[in-house]
C-alpha cells in the first residue's frame, strides 16, 4: 500500500516569514494529494489538494507543488500569521481509492 | 447542517470491555470512513464505507467492527477493548463513493481505555 513520509515534524518561524512542509509518497500511481490543517483541539479541515494533472496550485497565502518525478509534494505557506499555527497533514490516494494515506503530521508554531 | 457528528465525545473503558462509537452525516456524502489519530503516527484508517451496504478494511482494521447502518450512519464497535485502542478517533465522509476528493471529519472521539 500507499507510504506517505512528511517533514519536518516540528517547524518554528516568525510571523511574516514562509513555511515550507514536504511529503513524499511511494506508490507512481497515486494521484490525490490533499493537505489538512488542525488546530488543537479540533478536527482536521481541507486546506487545499492538488491533483496530478497540474504541478501547482494557490489559494491566496498557500501554495501546493507537486513533483510526479520525485514522487514529492510540498505546502507552502507565505506572510505566515499566529492563526497559521496548527498541525499540518500530508495524505496520498488514488483518485478512485477510498483508501487515503497521512503523513505523520507537522506542528507549525508561528511566533509573533 | 451539522455536518459529521461524533458520539460520544469522551470515553473511559477497562480493558475488555465492549463499545460503539456513532457517526453521522447530514450531506447526503456516499462514503464515510474511521479513523484512529495517535500521537507522531497521524490518521490511519481503520475501515471505511464506500456506498450504503458496503465496507472494507483500512490500514488497521484488527480489533473493531463496523456497520453502514443507513447511508447517515457508520458506527465502529469495539468488540473487547485493550490499552493499545487508546486513541482519539475521527469519523469523516466524503461525497462520492470512489474517494479522492474531500473528506470532512467530525470532530472526535477520545477513547481511554484502562
Known amino acids: 500500500g500507499e507510504n506517505v513520509e512528511q517533514h519536518p515534524s516540528t517547524l518554528s518561524v516568525q510571523e511574516g516569514d514562509s513555511a515550507v512542509i514536504k511529503c513524499t509518497y511511494s506508490d507512481s500511481a497515486s494521484n490525490y494529494f490533499p493537505w489538512y490543517k488542525q488546530e488543537l483541539g479540533k478536527r482536521p479541515q481541507l486546506i487545499i489538494d492538488i491533483r496530478s494533472n497540474v504541478g501547482e496550485k494557490k489559494d491566496q497565502r498557500i501554495a501546493v507543488t507537486l513533483n510526479k518525478t520525485a514522487k514529492h509534494f510540498s505546502l507552502h505557506i507565505t506572510e505566515t500569521q499566529p492563526e497559521d499555527s496548527a498541525v499540518y497533514f500530508c495524505?496520498?490516494?488514488?483518485?478512485?481509492?477510498?483508501?487515503?494515506?497521512f503523513g505523520a503530521g507537522t506542528r507549525l508554531t508561528v511566533k509573533p | 447542517n451539522a455536518g459529521v457528528t461524533q458520539t460520544p465525545k469522551f470515553q473511559v473503558l477497562k480493558t475488555g470491555q465492549s463499545m460503539t462509537l456513532q457517526c453521522a452525516q447530514d450531506?447526503?456524502?456516499?462514503?464515510m470512513y474511521w479513523y484512529r489519530q495517535d500521537p507522531g503516527m497521524g490518521l490511519r484508517l481503520i475501515y471505511y464505507s464506500a456506498s450504503e451496504g458496503t465496507t472494507d478494511k483500512g490500514e488497521v482494521p484488527n480489533g473493531y467492527n463496523v456497520s453502514r447502518l443507513n447511508k447517515r450512519e457508520f458506527s465502529l464497535r469495539l468488540e473487547s477493548a485493550a490499552p493499545s485502542q487508546t486513541s482519539v478517533y475521527f469519523c469523516?465522509?466524503?461525497?462520492?463513493?470512489?474517494?479522492?476528493?474531500?473528506?470532512?471529519f467530525g470532530p472526535g472521539t477520545r477513547l481511554l481505555v484502562l
Open positions: 495524505a496520498a490516494t488514488l483518485y478512485n481509492n477510498n483508501d487515503m494515506r
Open positions: 450531506m447526503n456524502h456516499n462514503s
Open positions: 469523516a465522509s466524503s461525497e462520492v463513493s470512489r474517494g479522492g476528493e474531500t473528506q470532512y
